[in-house]
């Protein structure tokens, strides 16, 4: 029987021929993550299942990036819980605040993931490595204690909505704006069961960080996971990232699918989430006068070198306005280095932006920039339902970098190119060359040494 | 395993962050999550819920975080069932896992009103709402997750296997 990718994965980890739509099946973890919020309930339950190791350390990946660095006592409390556990199982892949960076930035960067594996993760937006050709998907944190002890977990074998893209992103529109329209257009639970499965020669003209983001909001769609093909750009960041030897899984070209929703690229445009649903997708410049209290640029959807390379673009040599608080996220450490090597850093300070060490923080009204009742913030982030980012009474627009960056700069929200006519695809995404952009030619020489850009390292 | 109580009632796309908004989650003590459940949707809910009631969504009921702590704290709160048209899947696994009972039925998350006082049957997956004297079928759950939920949960599911493989990564006694 033919098979979408996202079934041949899961066929394979089970050790089966083949599975169909439905098929409630057993299948062995090549990755299993937990954060500060899930990790310490699925602790109490490991211990409870009476487990006494994990089932192999190296494939327990624990992370304190919610809450941390600690935001009060009982944050601290959950940071500990999972810091002693993972020394007491001398876990591998234990990143400890310094080394840290949120999750689903963090794991593709330091190249834990690669094509065809198989990742559970205590978080919902274990999605986002679908991006690499791995299946991936949010699990609860008793499923990670069980995944944590017998290094297999049950599934139910999805069935497949197929994403046909076409043609190439121009302007500022990029990653975000594919995956906001998408949900858009199918609602919050289009895909409720269902993997999304892109394809298409459009794939090939998005970079492999606007796949982590198009992968990431998967589950905003209700889908199970958002899986990409493997194509060159995998291959070379994989080679980038990681030795470690992978497979390719590639769907039947006659695979059956639920659905097929098409969408042309070019014809995409920057486009913001009204509130309180990811699905209430308008163009920026059909936004209205929507005045903005805060603009939060981060978060696992968001917080990689491409998307700060976009913001500082906007940002660099313009001022926040004064009505405007803007926080600026990198998601990793290495990403918040190669921002300062790159002088965005410099850029986002001097534009009057406050630049946080990486945590999730306001994401998920954590804390580092909590709204007040009847405040408005546009976030980079991927969900703004009620209360998400703070007081139930305020409001969260989500957009892509050079929205949240242009609103930072005119306090409302906008169209970008009202700010700045887009550059130059290419080179915008790209690591600048010494003096790109002028100005600050030596902070800027120090990028060729730097580390690979953001989805490369 | 049957159940009783009286319904609450919410529309469509009730979110994690509804059920328990996250800046509650640097705990995860069930007591205290219950105390804030449905905060930001229903300030009332959790001072008004008593053992046995029954959460009634629409479609897609628990979308957003994986947050077991979502479950968790509605069935802390006492409800007994939670029925919905729909549910998001991680919700779906994680009421499974930690063995609060959920039944899908489109029909009768349309049917019933707030406050109407309902009886479950989940062995038959029959909803009967005595204030309409109506009555509905859900779909009884696959034999592999009813498993899990008769063995009282994931957890108790996993630990009887391991003890039955004496694999060398569980303890043999209680704890
Ligand atoms: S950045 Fe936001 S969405 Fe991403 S893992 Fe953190 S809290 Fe979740």
Redesign the interface.
Known sequence: MPMTMTQKILAAHAGLESVEPGQ?LEAGLDLVLGND??A??AI??F?????????DRDRVVLVPD??APN??I??AE?CKCMRDFAREQEVTHYFEVGEMGIEHALLPERGLVLPGDLVI????H?CTYGAAGAFST??????M??GM??GRL?FKVPEAIRVVLTGKPSGWAGGKDLILTLIGMIG??GA??QSLEFQGAGVAALTMEERLTVSNMA?EA?A?NGIFPVDEATRAWAASVSERPYREYRADPDAVYAREVRIDLSRLVPVVAFPH?PSNVRPASEAGDVPVDQVVIGSCTNGRIEDLRIAAAILRGRRVARTVRCIVIPATQRIYLQAIREGLAEDFVEAGAVLSTPTCGPC???HMGILAAGERAVATTN?N????MGH?ESEIYLAGPAVAAAAAVTGRIRDPSEVLEAPDRERLLSTPEPGWGGGRAASRGRSRDAVPAGGAR | MTAAGRAFKYGD?V?T??II???Y????DPAELAAHCME??DPSFAGAVRPGDVLVGG??FG???????A??AIKAAGVSCVIAA?F???FY??AV??GLPILESPEAAAGIEAGDRLSLDFGSGTISDGTKNSSWRSAPF?P??RR?MEAG???EY??A???EAGD?????GG?
């Open positions: 409630l919020i899930t310490p309930p109490r339950e211990r409870k299942m009476g487990a006494r190791t994990v089932f919610h809450f935001k009060d009982k944050a959950q993760g205590a978080d919902s274990t949010g699990v609860g944190s008793t499923d204690a069980a002890a017998l049950w919050v639970d409720l069961y589950i209700g199970k649903l998920l009204g954590g969900r339902f009620v209360g998400r139930p | 796309n979110d962050d509804a908004p996250a800046r989650l640097n705990t995860s930001d949707l479609r897609n979308c957003g975080s994986s947050r077991e702590h479950p968790v729909s998001a899947r991680i696994r994680n896992n930690i696959p592999f997750m899990i949960g994931l957890t996993v630990r296997r391991l003890t060398s990564g569980a303890e043999g704890s």
